[in-house]
């Protein structure tokens, strides 16, 4: 019999996440894991001994697909960072202590840079007090931030919400007869393959967004406003898209521009605002056009109903590899995506070592930033476009896409 | 042989607006007329003689199921209010002219109130000058505030996409651990059936929103405080609807209540924020925890990858029924749609005199209102739900939904 089987996820959901979650429990029932606990939000759910029993809620194959069409964090998430050992034993001691309750040999992370770096600390030290218990990462996050791996699950999603919502957006502004602005204000601070990604949406029935800001460069605001004007005398609707993230060479987010003394209302609440706002309150002064800002907000991060069946299935692969390879004695790794064919797109998995990962981010190549700093290139849109191939029909019920809630906390 | 017809969009998108065009485009040909022509940007590009021939476009059943999955105005819109005609009789004068000079005897006007108003001026204007050429409206906005028709094509799609976001947003809020507010801002400044559709997404796996501010009811702020703060005492994750048109009794939109003389940037612009947002930063501000607004904005009305089945077939209804009532020589009506049975789920078309529906706007009934002021009853949800039903798979190419653009502007 194997050892029992802890696994949490933590930092910010996407659209599938959970179905690493299945990978994870599938592949570990299939292997003969007796006992698969789920840590409810994450280490700090684990450290107040907050667990279910995944048996008790995935009973039939209908319940891991149903899970694989449930975007957000099924077991909840956290943003909490492990103390170092030498400085707070007591926190490793406690998840030392719970997980030898639970009889638990095999410990799985799905999360970002952060999550790879307690799955890191926690298998140094169980090193240090001679644990045999392994502890692997598996890599989610829309933002593709991470090292090593050819890309994040929960990219290609996000990705293909994108790409699909600025593609009906495109349409949308292209109704009146009249000079107008769109503004697609896209998820990353400091990293811009989701921004870059609205190129996918160029094709023969649209002409994409017109220009593309990345965090990667710096924001230059009189060359924006000299190129919004130039493109504005040969075609009436602009649609651009920003990262959230842009920000002037002086390393400013264009987003802090608004001096917030000035900006309170009459109860003196200061009010925020993001950068697509500010830019389009800009030119609508200046330029005299109407101007709009949209948001993608969490929603581009959870949109399970339009997930590339591509990422749902490398989502699910990498957390089933995680557990293959632990069983097979690894531990401190991350699984890695390799790409080892582009045309056709193939990708297969391996471990990497976690020291190498944790806490690194990777940005998108200079090369594969456009030369008019204002788009992406082929290498970029080659590199995209696999993975954000094919859906996974949600289940449907009276209208809606159906999803999978645990039966502690139904909501 | 049937005389020429000619079709325009007009007023805001929809997802399903192109289906109606699809209706009375299918349903003209079927008839045996021999020309459908389509005005580009509505009767304002009647008027500077812009028009395609659909025929060019509409090649195979390919195209014609593609138009039903394209979302926004195919032919573009506009928002032109046409003149009396006792004031300026030179516009009345152009578009017989242009109508004669094309043959067209049938004239279709696919939209809300205003492009009722259209139907309405052009219909007496043609009896007083004794022309027989025939004038009918399809109706067609996600407001669904046109008088005499049971609902409008447009709102079901529309409602389909918020209640399934709204279910997404929620699962999103719930991830983390602790005290946070999310505001969900909807469509619909004067009517909140769009707003009220969030709740549909209450459910087995879905508590849906913890609150409803329609702008049929007047927003007390105090109340809304109050409100928040006893919900936030029995969970941590609250999730609110609120229309963009929500007010205060005296009147003033909640977005209004910025001192917008102070609201201004480094450069003296004027800066614009929406009512979610200004009440996230109340509530961030006086109870001290995350606070979120998100803007549905436009993609709310263009989202054809969730549209609704049902809607799209009612769109299509609408616009075929359009052509048969004028052939069979009605004038001057629109198409309504009438549920002649709630359970199962059953709607007839009729014809509706224009003069009784132009100008009108149709608020939700005071008794489909929660008592509570904050939610919608039963009979809300049960009028709305059975307009979200089913899905029409989008045609995916590359990953993305293929939409059809005319030839004459790529786009």
Not at 243 to 252: F, N, P, T, V, W
Request: negative net charge.
């Amino acid at each position: 019999m194997i050892g029992n089987v802890i696994v949490g996820q933590s930092g910010g959901p996407t659209a599938v996440i959970n179905s690493s979650l299945a990978g994870v429990y599938k592949t570990a029932k299939d292997k003969g894991v007796k006992k698969v606990y789920g840590m409810l939000n994450g280490i700090q759910g684990l450290l107040e001994e907050r667990y279910i029993e995944l048996e008790q809620e995935l009973k039939s194959q209908v319940e891991v697909e149903l899970l694989k069409r449930t975007p957000s964090s099924y077991l909840g998430s956290c943003r909490y960072k492990l103390p170092d050992a030498k400085d707070n034993s007591e926190v490793y001691d406690k998840i030392f202590q719970v997980l030898k309750k639970l009889e638990v040999e095999y410990f799985f992370y799905i999360g970002g840079n952060d999550s790879m770096d307690t799955i890191m600390k926690l298998s140094k030290y169980a090193a240090s007090i001679g644990s045999n218990i392994r502890f692997m990462g598996v890599p989610k996050t829309i933002d593709n931030d991470l090292e090593a791996t050819d890309h994040t699950p929960g990219y290609g999603s996000a990705a293909k919400y994108i790409a699909g919502t600025t593609k009906e957006l495109i349409r949308d502004s292209l109704v009146y007869d009249q000079k107008n602005l769109t503004i697609i204000e896209i998820m990353g601070r400091n990293v811009g393959w989701l921004t870059g990604a609205a190129a996918l949406s160029k094709g023969d029935d649209c002409e994409g967004p017109d220009m593309i800001f990345l965090p990667e460069l710096a924001f230059d605001m009189d060359d924006f406003m000299l190129k919004l004007e130039q493109l504005q005398k040969v075609k009436k609707s602009v649609v651009i898209a920003i990262s959230e993230g842009i920000h002037l060479a002086d390393g400013r987010y264009v987003c802090e521009l608004v001096d917030r003394t000035k900006y309170t209302d009459n109860f003196g609440h200061t009010l925020l605002s993001g950068s697509g706002n500010y830019l389009a309150n800009k030119v609508s002064t200046e330029f005299g056009c109407k101007a709009r800002a949209i948001e993608l907000n969490t929603i581009q991060r959870s949109a399970s109903h339009l997930a590339s069946l591509v990422d749902i299935n490398e989502a699910f692969l990498v957390g089933g590899a995680a557990v293959s390879a632990a069983i097979a004695g690894e531990t401190g790794k991350m699984i890695i995506l390799k790409r080892i064919s582009t045309s056709p797109y193939q990708c297969i998995t391996d471990v990497y070592d976690i020291n190498k990962i944790a806490n690194l981010e990777k940005k998108i190549p200079a090369g594969w930033i456009g030369e008019d700093g204002i788009s992406v290139t082929n290498e970029f849109l080659d590199y995209a476009r696999p993975l954000i191939q094919g859906e996974l029909t949600p289940y449907m019920v009276d209208g809606l896409p159906r999803h999978l809630v645990y039966s502690k906390k139904k909501q």
